[in-house]
């Protein structure tokens, strides 16, 4: 919608015309005349675009003039005559923030993307209390990815479009992230106007940067009860809905809102990474093309086109999209490394040396810094310098653990618990509990273990469908978690051991639900290839006894390093530190051997190196123990097109390749502390040691 009628600048405020509309004789007819078009803005545009084509001929070039008659244009969706007047009108009165806000909205409805976040940053730089041409510059934002930016401006609008002075200390906590303030005011005023639904939004994007998405969930469905269209809400409702791994209930919120305003750019762009979240590709790709066309110059558009590009499958196109990230922003350090994440692309000297002149600046922000350097030190492996590459390699390793919190001591904790209480009598007690369908086939172990590939293999199969690394394990955790004691230490475990047949065949139902959306075709199997789900073992067990699961296990020398040179987008913390890294493989290992123990045959295990030496023979038993007929396909994998979502992607869409397993070798001299921190499982690899040996104590 246009602005709202301002004043001229004073400036410009010295105009007089003849007579009123024709006939003006003083500033104060005129001013008369212009009121009088813009009340006729909103019922008759046409007739407004008279008065004021009138007022111009006796008063030319006058300001306020030209910008109603932008506005009347506008209205009548002649977006390009609006921005013939805007354009030049803006550079004339470079002051008006109200302009510049008109000038935005337009831009943007003509598809102008990077053009309109510049005007509307220059409008509320001039104007802050213009509280819609924050929301409007949060919107551009968030579809052109600057995320944390879109967050301020979406935080700025609560701030300047809350009217209420007791609100007003709320916004402004919100806005500048004083949490525990902005919570507290708005829990008294809550107390006082229960239903004020500006300030239920405002309470749900508090309990959404505590984290407590739960909250934040019931709020804005409180909020949107109370105000169905109250779209700023919705569109946070469908974000939070999303961030919870409900990805079919975000899309269905997603397109209420398209179908308001279906070129909304920050609505389609929600939407491409929502349709990316349930691996429907190609229509994500399409969106961020046309975003494209409307943020030309904006480096994350590039990358967020090129990841979707990569893994649907095109390659090529990808490394295009990557390279124009980069044109725009050389020191992209994210986009580098999404290039050396490729695994089979290789960089150019020319690049190297520009990665290089990027590392020396003084003024890189540490995620760029750490990026670049797993993004050389892969450049550097693929030409053989290994000493230099493990150098950058350590680096970048250093920097991302120092912004973490991991303690190896709480894994070690977490395994001790389960081991002393999932015992092989607890699950006797708790048999033919759980859902009976075996329709998911669990994959799980350590990342770089070679599990894409065996989710390639399986997948190749005409009974089962790959998905990716479905989060649904953790959500269900994560509900158990609450349910329980704050005061306890596992109170995931302690709520699960109380749960009956009912409760754990409607977690087993409640998994199957909320994974359906991720399944495309009619398979019966699908694959769930979280690796770190062999926390998990004994909650998948008793909510779907019946499921498949697989162990999937490589050299712990060359699955711990090559998870030390993978940066990874999120989780693994423990991969950063050679040290960490050891410990938590072999905690891994002690888990699986005392499941091992207590559920016989429950767990099958592939390791990598027999895969390579002898894969038909390892194929065939993998499909075995999945309750599957041998199909050729399977050893052809490779010419699978299914999407593949994590960094194996190029590699599994080539034959099984020998050099993966020894080249951890060339790095050998600089691993001892990898080594060390094993210990027993690399002496016995691949022997599977037991519980006892693991620990000392047998």
């Known amino acids: 919608m246009p602005s709202a009628v301002p004043p001229a600048p004073a400036a410009d405020c010295n105009v007089t015309t003849g007579t009123a509309v024709t006939d003006a004789s003083s500033t104060g007819t005129l001013e008369q005349a212009l009121n009088h078009a813009a009340r006729l803005l909103e019922r008759d545009p046409a007739l407004a675009i008279e008065q004021l084509e009138e007022i111009l001929q006796v008063a030319a070039d006058h300001p306020a003039a030209l910008q109603l008659l932008a506005a009347a244009r506008s209205i009548q969706g002649d977006t390009q005559g609006a921005l013939d007047i805007l354009v030049p009108l803006a550079r004339t009165q470079p002051n008006w923030g109200v302009l510049h806000f008109d000038l935005g909205v337009a831009l943007g409805r003509a598809g102008r993307g990077q053009e309109a976040i510049d005007a509307l940053r220059r409008a509320v730089a001039l104007k802050p209390d213009l509280p819609q041409a924050w929301r409007a510059l949060g919107d551009h934002l968030m579809a052109a990815g600057e995320h944390d930016a879109a967050d301020a401006a979406y935080a700025s609008h609560v ?17 500048e992230n004083h949490i525990p303030v902005a919570e507290a005011l708005l829990r ?3 107390k006082q106007a229960p239903t004020d639904v500006a300030a239920i939004r405002m309470f749900a994007e508090v309990a959404a940067r505590l984290g407590r998405n739960e909250d934040a969930l019931n709020l804005l469905a409180r909020c949107l009860e109370l105000a169905p269209s109250f779209h700023a809400a919705r569109q946070n409702y469908a974000q939070v809905l999303h961030r919870s791994n409900q990805p079919e209930q975000a899309l269905i919120e997603v397109e209420r809102l398209l179908t308001t305003e279906p070129t909304h750019p920050g609505y389609r762009n929600l ?3 929502v349709l990316c979240r349930i691996g429907d590709y190609e229509p994500a790709i ?11 110059g904006n480096p994350k558009v590039w990358m967020s ?7 649907a499958g095109h390659a090529e196109r990808a490394i295009s999209a990557y390279r124009s990230s980069l044109e725009l922003e050389p020191s992209f350090g994210e986009v580098w490394w999404s290039l050396a994440n490729l695994k089979t692309f290789r960089f150019s000297a020319d690049e190297l040396a520009s990665m290089r002149r990027q590392l020396v600046r003084n003024d890189l922000a540490d995620e760029d810094r750490l990026h670049l350097e797993f993004a050389v030190g892969k450049a550097l492996e693929d030409l053989g310098e290994f000493e230099p590459s493990f150098r950058h390699y350590a680096q970048g390793n250093d920097i991302r653990r120092a912004q973490l919190h991991y303690r190896a001591d709480d894994t070690s904790e977490r395994v001790r618990h389960v081991h002393d209480r999932y015992t092989a009598e607890f699950f006797a007690a708790r048999r033919g509990s759980g859902s009976p369908a ?7 172990g350590l990342p770089r273990s070679g599990s894409t590939l065996l989710e390639q293999i399986l997948s190749s199969h005409s009974q089962v469908e790959g998905t990716m690394e479905l989060p649904e394990v953790t959500s269900i955790t994560r509900m158990l978690r609450g349910q329980g004691d704050e005061d306890s230490p596992m109170p995931y475990h302690e709520v699960l051991a109380g749960l009956d047949a009912d409760a754990l065949r409607a977690l087993g139902e409640r998994y199957l639900a909320h994974t359906r959306i991720q399944r495309k075709s009619p398979a019966p199997l699908f694959i769930d290839k979280m690796p770190n789900n062999f926390m ?5 067990h008793l909510m779907l006894p019946n499921a498949t699961i697989i162990d999937a296990r490589r050299h712990p020398m060359a699955c711990c390093f090559s998870g030390f040179k993978q940066h990874f987008a999120r989780g693994q913390s423990f991969s950063y530190s050679l040290q960490d890294m050891g410990r938590y493989y072999r905690d891994y290992v002690a888990l699986m051997a005392h499941f091992d123990q207590v559920l016989p045959g429950r767990v099958h295990r592939v390791f990598y190196e027999r895969m390579v030496e002898d894969t038909e023979g390892e194929v065939r038993r993998l499909l075995e123990h999945c309750g599957l007929p041998f199909e050729e396909s399977c050893l052809r994998f490779f010419e699978n097109a299914r999407p593949v979502r994590t960094a194996s992607s190029e590699q599994v869409r080539q034959p099984i390749y020998r050099e993966g397993v020894d080249h951890w070798k060339h790095y050998a001299p600089w691993l001892l502390p990898l080594e060390t921190a094993l210990g027993e499982v690399l002496k016995r690899y691949p022997d599977v040691p037991s519980w006892g040996q693991m620990t000392g104590t047998g």
């Open 188 to 190: 008294e005023h809550l």
């Open 536 to 540: 998990h073992v004994g909650l998948i």
């Open 271 to 273: 939407k491409a990474v």
């Open 159 to 175: 701030r300047y479009s809350t009217n209420d002075p007791r609100l007003l200390d709320a916004a402004i906590a919100l806005a």
């Open 305 to 311: 086109y090129g990841h979707a590009l990569k893994t």
């Open 438 to 444: 075996r329709d998911p086939i669990f994959i799980v």
């Open 286 to 296: 399409d969106i961020y093309a046309d975003l494209l066309q409307r943020y030309p």
